[in-house]
């Protein structure tokens, strides 16, 4: 009888805890998971917004691009604060509308989500994700380093974690 009822209690704890203790935030991010989204990235992310504790899929995809949106704002304000100096004046300039192209690109994939619309939305998330390389390339045009290297890688991987989730949705 004993026996029986620790069985019992362990298949209670499964059920609450989840049979391979990790939930939909780490399951979803052990199958997205790449060499652009790690899964410490992934599931560090997601868990920093307390409602991934008990979305679904659709729902973390929608904390991916709502945690790209924040992001995107972070950049545009640290690119009007950062000090200009001659040269990286134009490479700046350029950031600055191409976030601001992402920006309104990213409002339509949220709008497509809205709709039902994955596979919109994932052609939107995928023109986004062009916004980090297009601003470092605005560099390299001018010859002159980047000062925004590393909130590009950041927001380079908000939006791939955003699309691969997505992405999952449409499978």
Known sequence: ?????????ILLVFLFNG????????????????????LDFCVS???????????????LSLISMNLCK???????????????????AQGLEKCAGIYNEASTTLDYALNQFQSGLFDATSSGLSAVLLAPNNCENAFKET?????????????????NLALLITKSLIQ
């Open 143 to 159: 010859a002159a380093v980047s000062p925004l290297t590393n909130v590009n890688d950041t927001f380079n991987k908000l939006v």
């Open 19 to 38: 049979v391979n203790g990790g939930g939909i935030v780490e399951d979803t991010c052990k199958n997205i998971a790449n060499q652009d989204v790690t």
């Open 70 to 88: 924040s992001n995107i704002s972070y950049v545009q304000s640290y690119i009007q604060n950062l000090e200009k100096n001659p040269s990286t």
């Open 1 to 9: 009888m004993k026996l029986c009822l620790c069985y019992f209690l």
């Open 45 to 59: 992310t997601l868990r920093n917004d307390p409602k991934s504790e008990t979305a679904d899929l659709h729902e």
